[in-house]
């Protein structure tokens, strides 16, 4: 099993740990362009952004599609158990080893949990003790309501 997932540099794991919350959301391609360059004339203007960790998608389908239920009680399991390695983490939800991977792989490319690897062993860290769903509906914004009902 393969992983291209880069590794967090020492700085940014520290950041995330002194973190407690990661909040989830849904924007369109434009509202998060518009957010992220509000945010870089504040720094340049030296305001205050909003610092919170912040993992938004594009379409209500993606989340969903991403944080299901099985996701959700990984994490969950991860956080409260702290396992040692992916393949402990697998036996703590009680899954196949490969699937529990390719999820954590694709959680870490999300920045949703990162790895402490201690030689051939990767440890899965979930960084926060708060995961918070903003769901905003906003007419306006086209291609954020794509969800079925």
């Not at 434009?30 to 360059?37: I, L, M, N």
């Not at 030296?46 to 239920?69: E, K, Q, R």
């Not at 062993?121 to 794509?146: M, Y």
Request: aromatic share 6%; no cysteine.
């Amino acid at each position: 099993m393969t992983d291209s997932t880069p590794p967090l540099h020492p700085m940014e794991r520290e950041q995330l740990r002194t973190e407690s919350t990661l909040v989830v959301t849904v924007k369109s391609s434009s509202e998060f362009h518009d957010d992220v360059s509000n945010d870089i004339v504040a720094l340049d203007q030296d305001d205050n952004v909003d610092s919170t960790p912040t993992l938004s998608f594009t379409s209500y389908d993606d989340l969903i599609g991403t944080l299901t239920p099985r996701v959700l009680d990984l994490i969950e399991a991860i956080r409260r158990e702290e396992p040692g390695s992916i393949n402990e983490a697998a036996r703590v939800v009680d899954r196949d080893v490969k699937n529990v991977h390719e999820e954590l792989s694709r959680l870490a490319q999300l920045g949703i949990i990162f790895f402490e690897e201690d030689g051939q062993r990767k440890r899965p860290v979930v960084w926060f003790d708060e995961l918070v769903i903003n769901l905003p509906f906003d007419p306006e914004a086209g291609d954020t309501a794509t969800a079925a009902p």
